[in-house]
């Protein structure tokens, strides 16, 4: 997984605790115009890393990308390092996991 840094725009295959990224899927559900006249969704997607909750800062459809659904999150604080779990759950269907890889802090 590439990670995205949201500040920089830098792209990396590790995230730091306390790092904003972006996380890419398909298949998030209904979305609705927002703020900034971007399509987020109606349901806004439960994320954690290594069971420690993410904030979710956007979700919603890539303006950039048909179909694309784009997650911003910024990564909890007291992740460990090394490679790590990613779940992303949509209101009440199973979690998806995945890993991801946690380098030092900021």
């Known amino acids: 997984m590439d990670v995205v840094n ?14 904003t990224v972006s996380l890419y899927a398909v298949g998030l559900g209904a979305t ?20 420690l909750a993410a904030q979710v800062l956007f979700a919603g459809l890539n303006p950039s990308f048909a179909g694309l659904y784009q997650i911003n999150i910024t990564v909890p604080n007291g992740v460990p390092g090394g490679s790590q779990p990613l779940s992303i759950q949509m209101g009440t269907s199973a979690p998806e996991n995945v890993n991801i890889t946690i380098g030092q802090g900021q």
Do not use: F, H, K, R
Not at 6 to 19: D, E, L
């Open 6 to 19: 949201i500040t920089t725009g830098a792209i990396s295959t590790t995230a730091a605790p306390g790092q």
């Open 32 to 51: 609705e115009i927002g703020p900034y006249g971007l399509q987020w969704d109606t349901v806004m997607p439960s994320i954690s890393v290594s069971g």
